[in-house]
């Protein structure tokens, strides 16, 4: 498909002039002049012609004259469908889907692409996130999202529609989904996690209030921080690495088994084994929806060893 040479908002206009001037149904006056008008046209000029009879050549006439009349807004409507997939450059289908991303999705894909911008290595996985997600074709989720470029404006621009426009509960769907797209491949990166709260921080205490937004924000940074690629790696309130490694008392074992720990794990090698089953078994995550139970319990399994390795 090629590049559509045209504005959204000359699109959609031009997708509403030609599809939607006309929403009466048609199919009842094509039928009655299929079945009735053209067949007694043709009887009345054929009859005309052999019988040289004015009067019936003027009835024919009239008849002609109320078939083209009738026809006229169907066919000039197929001709203005017609033209316009053929300057698009798109079948019915693709023009339909395509009118409805720009109306109801568009919106949210500057926002979409600075988090996709922040880690473009796994971009065929973010293309099938982005397709189970907002249910559109690649071709358009790649336009629009890793192929335009978006201005600060616009990035602004979808944070206040957010804030205006969308419910609270579409609001956490949608702040979930980006979350979704930071985790992918290798958890989530300082800077992806810095967007996250940045845009939390900017629609929620506007959303919520100041109380219900701290209470909000908290629990996606509760849900999320495993995922974090710095929690692995976090040892601030440990002095050294040599320090870390201890004996583990026998009790504790089995939960180091579960974490696919040695009994000499640091605590740098707990957090980090710790993330990484977090990315791979979490029942949140998207690519586990379809065996969410199996996910569940494996998750409080590995959660109850972490505690308790944890003290």
Same mark, same amino acid.
């Given at each position: 498909?090629?590049?559509?040479?045209?504005?959204?908002?000359?699109?959609?206009?031009?997708?509403?002039?030609?599809?939607?001037?006309?929403?009466?149904?048609?199919?009842?006056? #094509?039928?009655?002049?299929?079945?009735?008008?053209?067949?007694?046209?043709?009887?009345?000029?054929?009859?005309?012609?052999?019988?040289?009879?004015?009067?019936?050549?003027?009835?024919?006439?009239?008849?002609?004259?109320?078939?083209?009349?009738? #026809?006229?807004?169907?066919?000039?409507?197929?001709?203005?469908?017609?033209?316009?997939?053929?300057?698009?450059?798109?079948?019915?289908?693709?023009?339909?889907?395509?009118?409805?991303?720009?109306?109801?999705?568009?919106?949210?894909?500057?926002?979409?692409?600075?988090?996709?911008?922040?880690?473009?290595?796994?971009?065929?996985?973010?293309?099938?996130?982005?397709?189970?997600?907002?249910?559109?074709?690649?071709?358009?989720?790649?336009?629009?999202?890793?192929?335009?470029?978006?201005?600060?404006?616009?990035?602004?621009?979808?944070?206040?529609?957010?804030?205006?426009?969308?419910?609270?509960?579409?609001?956490?769907?949608?702040?979930?989904?980006?979350?979704?797209?930071?985790?992918?491949?290798?958890?989530?990166?300082?800077?992806?996690?810095?967007?996250?709260?940045?845009?939390?921080?900017?629609?929620?205490?506007?959303?919520?209030?100041?109380?219900?937004?701290?209470?909000?924000?908290?629990?996606?940074?509760?849900?999320?921080?495993?995922?974090?690629?710095?929690?692995?790696?976090?040892?601030?309130?440990?002095?050294?690495?040599?320090?870390?490694?201890?004996?583990?008392?026998?009790?504790?074992?089995?939960?180091?088994?579960?974490?696919? #720990?040695?009994?000499?794990?640091?605590?740098?090698?707990?957090?980090?084994?710790?993330?990484?089953?977090?990315?791979?078994?979490?029942?949140?995550?998207?690519?586990?929806?379809?065996?969410?139970?199996?996910?569940?319990?494996?998750?409080?399994?590995?959660?109850?060893?972490?505690?308790?390795?944890?003290?």
């Amino acid at each position: 498909m090629g590049k559509i040479q045209m504005s959204d908002e000359e699109f959609c206009s031009e997708y509403i002039a030609s599809f939607d001037a006309s929403p009466t149904d048609n199919t009842g006056c #094509l039928i009655v002049v299929a079945l009735f008008l053209i067949p007694f046209f043709i009887c009345f000029v054929i009859v005309s012609l052999i019988k040289q009879d004015k009067d019936i050549f003027a009835a024919s006439a009239v008849l002609g004259l109320l078939i083209v009349l009738a #026809l006229h807004l169907p066919v000039s409507e197929y001709i203005r469908k017609r033209n316009f997939l053929i300057k698009v450059g798109l079948n019915e289908k693709q023009a339909k889907r395509r009118y409805e991303f720009i109306k109801y999705k568009k919106q949210y894909m500057p926002l979409v692409q600075r988090m996709c911008r922040l880690n473009m290595h796994p971009i065929l996985k973010q293309l099938d996130l982005l397709e189970s997600t907002f249910r559109s074709a690649n071709v358009f989720l790649s336009e629009f999202v890793f192929e335009r470029e978006y201005t600060d404006e616009e990035y602004e621009d979808s944070i206040n529609q957010m804030k205006h426009q969308l419910s609270k509960e579409e609001i956490d769907t949608i702040i979930e989904f980006l979350f979704q797209i930071a985790v992918l491949e290798d958890g989530i990166k300082d800077d992806e996690w810095e967007l996250l709260m940045s845009i939390m921080n900017n629609i929620y205490p506007y959303k919520l209030g100041d109380f219900y937004a701290k209470i909000k924000i908290e629990s996606f940074v509760k849900k999320y921080t495993p995922f974090r690629r710095s929690f692995a790696d976090d040892a601030k309130d440990e002095k050294t690495e040599e320090s870390q490694r201890r004996l583990v008392p026998p009790h504790l074992k089995p939960y180091y088994a579960i974490l696919g #720990l040695d009994d000499n794990a640091s605590d740098k090698d707990i957090k980090r084994a710790y993330h990484n089953l977090a990315l791979q078994y979490h029942p949140d995550l998207i690519k586990n929806a379809d065996r969410v139970k199996e996910c569940e319990a494996k998750m409080v399994k590995i959660n109850e060893a972490y505690e308790k390795i944890r003290g």
